[in-house]
C-alpha cells in the first residue's frame, strides 16, 4: 500500500505537559526505601518520547550526581529491565548496541542483522556506520560485518551500509520493466543466479520503485518474487533478499510478522520484542497492530498479553497502548 510509506503512526508521541523536574522527582521515590514501584517507572516512560526520556536521563544525573541507568539496573531484573534501559537509548543507539550484540562472541545472530539492516534507512544507516559503534563500542561496524559474515550476504549487507537507497517516491515505469528483466535473466532464466544483481537492485532502489518492479517481474516471469528468491538463493542471502522484498512491500506487515514469529511455539524470544515495541513506538507501531490485527486474527495486545508476564507485560501493553 503506498500510503504506509507516507503514514507515520506512532503509538508513543512526546507528552504535552512534559516536567522534568517533575518526572526525575517521582523517578528518584519509585527507586528510594524498600521495594520499587515500577508501576510509577512505566506510568512516565511509557508516555515519554525518546527525546524527552533523554532529558529525563541527563537531568537525573544534574540534580542527583547518579546516572539513571545505574540505578535502574540496580532497583530492576529480567526482560523489564532490558526493555527499560533500551528506552533509555535514542533508538539509533540501541539499534547498534543490537547489532553489536549480535555479532558479539562465537557465532552471529544473522537475524538481527538482517532485520535492523534491512530494515534501516539511510539516515540511520549512514549515523550507524560514522559514529556509533565507534563511539559506543570504539567498533567499526563496517569492518564488524566484514570479519562477521562472508560472500553474497557480506556484499548485500556492505551495500546496505553504505545508504545509497533511493529515498524519493518517484516511480520509473521504464525502469522498473528494466530491472525486473534484469532479475528475471539473473535468476530463473539462467543456470545459477547473479546474486550481485538480485543485492544492487534490492538495496538501492526506493520501496515504491521495487513495488512497481516486483509487479512487472510477476507479468515477465508469471512468478511470485518471493517464490523466485525461494528457489534461487538459500540460507542467510534468501532471509535478507525475503526481508528487503518483505519491507518493500509493507514495512510494518513485516513487523508484524516478525513479532508474531518472536511469539510461536515454545518460548518467547523477548529481545525481539523490545527491539520492535521500543524502536518503532515513535514511527509506526499503530499500523504495525492494525497489520497484526488483519493476518492473525487477534490483537498484538492480546498476543502479547499471553505470552509475557509481569511489569514486563505491563511496560509492553502501555507503549503499545
Known amino acids: 500500500c503506498k500510503n504506509c510509506f507516507h503514514i507515520s503512526s506512532p503509538t508513543v508521541v512526546p507528552y504535552e505537559d512534559f516536567d522534568v523536574v517533575a518526572d526525575i522527582k517521582a523517578i528518584r521515590k519509585a527507586c ?16 515519554r518520547s525518546a527525546a524527552q526520556r533523554l532529558e529525563i536521563k541527563h537531568a537525573y544525573f544534574e540534580k542527583y550526581d547518579d546516572e539513571l541507568v545505574e540505578v535502574l539496573k540496580s532497583e530492576l531484573s529480567g526482560n523489564f529491565e532490558n526493555a ?16 553489536r550484540k549480535a555479532m558479539k562472541g562465537a557465532g552471529t545472530d544473522e537475524d538481527v542483522l538482517v532485520e535492523i539492516l534491512c ?21 567499526d561496524l563496517e569492518a564488524d560485518i566484514e570479519a562477521d559474515t562472508s560472500g553474497d550476504v557480506r556484499r548485500l549487507l556492505t551495500l546496505l551500509l553504505q545508504g545509497n537507497r533511493d529515498e524519493s517516491y518517484e ?14 535473466e539473473a535468476g530463473e532464466d539462467c543456470f545459477g543466479t547473479d546474486e550481485s ?3 544492487f537492485i534490492l538495496a538501492t532502489r ?8 516486483f509487479k512487472a517481474y510477476e507479468a515477465i516471469s508469471g512468478t511470485e518474487i518471493l517464490d523466485a528468491i525461494d528457489k534461487e538463493t538459500s540460507g542467510t542471502l534468501k532471509d535478507c533478499y525475503t ?16 513479532l508474531n514469529a518472536a511469539m510461536k511455539g515454545a518460548g518467547t524470544d523477548e ?5 520492535i515495541i521500543v524502536c518503532r513506538s515513535e514511527f509506526d507501531l499503530e499500523t504495525i497492530k492494525d497489520m497484526y490485527l488483519e493476518k492473525y486474527d487477534v490483537s498484538l495486545k492480546d498476543a502479547i498479553s499471553s505470552e509475557c508476564g509481569g511489569d514486563f507485560k505491563r511496560l509492553l501493553l502501555a507503549i503499545l497502548h
Open 84 to 99: 527499560i534501559l533500551a528506552m533509555l537509548d535514542p533508538p539509533h543507539v540501541f539499534a547498534v548496541k543490537e547489532l
Open 32 to 47: 528510594k526505601g524498600l521495594g520499587t514501584d515500577e508501576q510509577a517507572i512505566i506510568d512516565i516512560l511509557a508516555n
Open 171 to 184: 516511480v520509473d515505469e521504464a525502469l522498473a520493466e528494466q530491472d525486473a528483466v534484469s532479475l528475471f
Open 206 to 213: 526506493n520501496y515504491l520503485q521495487l513495488q512497481a518492479t
Open 119 to 139: 530494515s534501516a534507512t539511510n539516515a540511520v544507516l549512514s549515523i550507524n556506520c560514522m559514529l556509533l559503534l565507534s563511539t559506543v563500542h570504539d567498533r
Open 243 to 258: 526481508t528487503l522484498v518483505r519491507c518493500a512491500k509493507n514495512p510494518q506487515l513485516y513487523f508484524a510478522r516478525k
Open 271 to 275: 529481545d525481539t520484542l523490545i527491539r
Open 197 to 199: 544483481t538480485f543485492s
